[in-house]
């Protein structure tokens, strides 16, 4: 095997460099892999045939002779690549085609390499018609496999594991390769996925041989621009040599060359699929698992009495330690075991090569620290052309009915969007306990039957698609009680084998057994003797979710208003009893119901009341106080479950119910519905039990707050949220760091670039959650966050969220921009944004009217830079502008809004012909004019209402918006009242009174449902 050396890896061509063409020369190489991969692995056949005849003259040179190489051959397929001839042979291992197929390869390239290496086409008429035919079709395999065309079809894994790996075993040198990019065919190409496939080829290329590029400068800053982390990997030069400079996505925890090599050796050993695969990837990067958790795991799929022994196997390999000391033995990842899982295994339990395990990292962002996660969030493993943002991948649920999960843990499509980053992301809309609305222009699910899962430091997240009532309380009670929930959060070793862990052992405080305070305080429902131990009730919560699910299928499309009605209450007992239950547990739960149409909500009110009563009747059922379920303390009116609580006290001081859920409800005008689901809920007020509402029972009081989560309060808050975890300070109005950059002033930009026409006060968070993960952490001491800091962020958002009542083609141009290092010309703008010159004419001219972008004279001709925040502001701290704006026509004097506004108006009607704006214009704003209503008038101003905005808004307004338009950014329905010391319990005594030998709390019952 040959050592990695200056020349392994992908080196570009440059002029006057020390690089030159080399070696086998492929040239064309479009972005498709099946154009240009036959001719190379035809060209790369002599040195092929070359190497493997040496390794035969090594092992037993007669086999050069008497033609009987089938020793030899299996020396090489299992000794050198490792390939078992016995599993080969078997009928009962299965074999990928990729696997199958490089199999194939070795053994052609043996016979051809034995019996016609030295057979050219001259020579082929002196040969038998069967050896014709023989040496015809072993060279069509040898050329053909990995292409999909090959003898089983399979694509590049076959050229990793087949030839590439040969040749990593068997030179001495690495092969000089040269490839000559075609720049027409990759300028042309619409489809990144094509691309992504073809710089993987190259990238595992690179992997054993000396790989050199031949690529325009056009063509390479195209490459750089729409693929940067593969080029950043790949094509970087260092200041000192001449070569790839590939930087690790995770910084100094990347693992050596030798920790890699151990690691994939070990891994090896495992077959794909295996249950000591999926074992291992069911282990925590950091962190433990006990053994009897992994046990209850059903992505790990094995009997409970093999568990111990898989991890003994894994032991052995170096894989895993394992922990003897505590009453439960645990599991955990060594180092080599890290480096194993993060690098060479799949989400799918699939082993991939060193090689194209590198490709597929640094084909995404550099991906964030992660906290601790309760399942294996490992890199996504969708194929064919997959989405690019944030909600066109969660939109991509396929279908249950082609094999997708009804419930899925939440990913993402890249390395800062990844398990994490999407948690992080969607989380950002629950502003408190309680309800949160949030503006976002969600997708539709492609099948609203799936929801989503996951879970980060004990926050749980859930998302589903509002489907009416009936079926949406099903996924949701599928979802929180799904068998991946039980497995990776609801474990016997947070709830305890017995319970015994719930509510921070609150069973010994209370001397009671953990069966009673689950069953008389928190009121879980299905909860009897036989559920009293963790696999009782796994088993029969699994087998109540499973019958409930299926008559929601059959009882939604129902006229049966009987049944629907107790199934209705069955799924509310179960969502409660499963957020009560995390509650003991100690996990926060947060569900969201995205609703794509608000629009036809709020239209139809047959709808709309739907959805009111969902929330009016399903929120306040997620309450607690203590171990007390809040619903039945307050609001159940049902003598049989009345009789089943334990007693309880109120405490003055702490008078006020949690809540056991959080709620977001997102959709593309979700606040419009804030005073509704207000009313809807306080509607419950008057559900109050009699013995409450009259004062001779007491009770705590329950608090559901209704928040808007697009407000200015809110992305504030996020922004220093963010800020905070990412190592930053910010300055605050009137601090001691007034000099710097303040927080109103970070928070004014999400406003103008996020805000709408009719919204200009309003942010999504889920925008701003997922700028903000895009900014590095902060590696100095004392570092304020800055402007552009935050611009960074924003201008890696996806183009339609920028600037939205843009022209998607304006915002292209606009991101173009705000991506490039330098200053760019038209051509440039036009090649890199992929849109017409006549778009370009169109809109280049409105953007730099408002400053956002300016021009700037570079070696005589004008190139274009881009500020999100122009320098004009009332925030921005210069008096001049960045480049060189045109003086009869630039924005000059900005002390008042209707200044900005004079300046466009003269800068577009000098560049397009707009008479109605010239008569205005012309007419002149004094002060006093309403400045929204001129902006209404025209086209070209309305869309940058926003933009302006938030520019000149006061401080007081940032909060509450325009006149005309404010609503509270909070308020709190209160169901209940202040206990009065003198009826603390009354009422409740009454009730035990009442309550029959059997039926006393502290005895055993059925279950409550």
Request: net charge negative; aromatic share 8%; with cysteine.
């Amino acid at each position: 095997m040959h050592t990695p050396n200056q020349q392994q890896g992908i080196r570009k061509i440059v002029p006057e460099g020390n690089l030159s063409t080399a070696g086998i020369t492929i040239t064309e190489v479009s972005p498709r892999v099946t154009e240009w991969m036959p001719d190379l692995l035809e060209e790369l056949l002599p040195r092929s045939i070359q190497s493997v005849r040496k390794f035969i003259r090594q092992e037993d040179p007669e086999v050069l002779t008497h033609a009987r190489y089938n020793t030899v051959y299996r020396r090489l397929q299992e000794e050198t690549l490792g390939f078992d001839h016995q599993e080969w042979c078997s009928t009962t291992d299965i074999w990928s085609d990729a696997e199958a197929e490089a199999v194939e390869y070795v053994e052609s390239l043996v016979e051809f390499a034995v019996k016609y290496s030295d057979v050219d086409e001259d020579d082929l008429d002196e040969l038998s018609e069967y050896h014709q035919q023989r040496c015809k079709s072993l060279k069509q395999t040898l050329t053909t496999i990995s292409t999909g065309r090959g003898p089983l079809n399979a694509g590049l894994e076959t050229f990793t594991k087949g030839p590439v790996r040969l040749h990593d075993e068997l030179d001495d040198a690495p092969q000089p390769i040269t490839l000559v990019l075609d720049g027409e065919s990759w300028s042309k190409l619409d489809d990144r996925g094509t691309g992504i496939r073809a710089l993987a080829a190259i990238a595992v290329l690179g992997s054993t041989f000396d790989v050199r590029l031949v690529i325009s400068p056009a063509l390479d800053a195209a490459i750089e621009r729409r693929y940067p982390d593969w080029y950043h990997a790949h094509l970087r030069l260092t200041e000192t040599r001449e070569t790839s400079s590939v930087e690790s996505a995770g910084g100094d925890r990347q693992p050596s060359a030798e920790q890699l090599e151990e690691a994939w050796e070990a891994i090896q050993t495992l077959p794909e699929e295996s249950g000591r695969l999926r074992l291992l990837g069911n282990l925590p990067i950091e962190g433990s698992r006990d053994y009897r958790d992994l046990k209850q795991d059903d992505e790990i799929n094995v009997e409970a009495g093999t568990v111990g022994r898989y991890i003994l196997d894994l032991e052995e390999l170096g894989l895993v330690d394992i922990d003897r000391r505590g009453q439960y033995n645990s599991a955990s990842l060594t180092g080599l075991g890290q480096v194993a899982v993060e690098q060479y295994v799949t989400t799918d339990y699939r082993v991939i090569h060193p090689a194209q395990s590198t490709l597929e990292t640094h084909l995404t962002p550099t991906p964030q620290p992660q906290a601790s996660t309760v399942y294996p969030a490992q890199m996504n493993t969708r194929e064919g052309n997959q989405p690019g943002t944030a909600e066109d991948w969660i939109a991509a649920t396929g279908s249950p009915s082609e094999g997708a999960d009804y419930v899925q843990w939440l990913d993402g499509p890249s390395g800062v969007l990844d398990a994490w980053g999407m948690h992080q992301r969607y989380l950002a809309g629950r502003r408190d306990r309680g309800v949160t609305l949030v503006d976002d222009q969600i997708e539709r699910f492609e099948d609203g039957r799936v929801s989503y899962l996951s879970c980060f430091d004990d926050d749980l997240f859930v998302a589903t698609q509002w489907g009416g009532p009936l079926p949406t309380l099903g996924r949701l009670a599928g979802t929180l009680l799904s068998d991946k929930a039980l497995s990776k959060v609801l474990t016997p070793s947070r709830l305890g084998s017995e319970f015994e862990e719930i509510d921070n052992s609150v069973v010994e405080k209370l001397d009671r057994e953990a069966g009673e305070i689950i069953r008389w305080g928190h009121q879980i429902g299905w909860f009897g003797e036989d559920e009293e131990d963790y696999d009782g009730w796994r088993d029969r919560i699994g087998t109540v979710r499973s019958l409930c699910l299926k008559q929601v299928g059959e009882l939604t499309n129902s006229d049966d208003i009987e049944a629907r009605t107790e199934l209705i209450r069955d799924l509310h007992g179960l969502i409660a009893s499963a957020t009560q239950l995390y509650y003991a547990a100690g996990v926060d739960v947060t569900i969201n119901i995205r609703v794509p149409d608000t629009g036809m909500l709020i239209s139809d009110e047959r709808r709309l009341n739907d959805f009111l009563d969902f929330a009016r009747y399903t929120v306040p059922k997620q309450s607690v106080y203590g171990i007390h379920s809040g619903y039945r303390m307050l609001l159940e009116d049902r003598p049989d479950k009345l009789k089943r609580r334990l007693p309880y006290d109120v405490d003055d001081a702490d008078s006020t119910m949690h809540l056991t859920a959080s709620w977001v409800f997102s959709g593309p005008t979700m606040t419009d519905l804030h005073g509704d689901i207000e009313r809807a809920i306080d509607q419950e007020a008057n559900e109050l039990r009699e013995a409450i509402a009259n004062g001779r029972e007491s009770a705590p009081v329950m608090e559901i707050p209704v928040r808007l989560g697009n407000s200015y309060s809110a992305v504030r808050d996020l922004v220093e949220e963010y800020a905070s975890a990412k190592s930053y300070q910010v300055a605050h109005k009137g601090d001691i760091h007034e000099g710097k950059q303040d927080l109103e002033r970070l928070v004014r930009l999400f406003l103008r670039v996020l805000g709408t026409e009719d919204r200009p006060h309003r942010a999504c968070p889920h925008d701003v959650a997922e700028a903000m993960l895009h900014i590095a952490q902060s590696t100095q001491s004392y570092d304020f966050l800055t402007v552009r800091d935050i611009s960074y962020g924003l201008s890696n958002l996806p183009t339609k969220r920028l600037l939205p009542e843009l022209p998607p083609t304006a915002t292209k141009l606009l991101k173009t921009l705000l991506d490039a290092d330098d200053p760019m010309g038209r051509s440039e703008i036009i090649d890199t944004a992929e849109i017409s010159e006549s778009s370009y004419d169109r809109y280049i001219n409105e953007l730099s009217a408002w400053d956002i972008i300016e021009p700037r004279e570079i070696e005589g001709r004008r190139r274009w830079e881009a500020h999100l925040e122009p320098w004009w502001t009332p925030q921005s701290d210069r008096d001049e502008p960045f480049a060189d704006p045109d003086p009869d026509t630039g924005i000059l004097h900005a002390e008042f809004p209707r200044d900005v506004a004079s300046a466009v108006m003269c800068h577009l009607i000098t560049h397009y012909d707009l008479p109605a704006l010239e008569t205005t214009y012309i007419e002149g704003i004094q002060p006093g004019d309403d400045l929204q209503s001129l902006f209404d008038s025209h086209d070209r101003l309305r869309r940058w209402w926003p933009f302006l905005w938030g520019a000149f808004a006061g401080s007081d307004e940032l909060d509450q918006g325009p006149a005309g338009i404010r609503v509270s950014d909070l308020t709190v329905v209160r169901l209940g009242h202040q206990p009065r010391p003198d009826t603390s319990q009354s009422s409740l005594q009454d009730d035990l009174e009442q309550t029959t030998p059997e039926n006393r709390p502290g005895q055993t019952s059925p279950g409550l449902d």
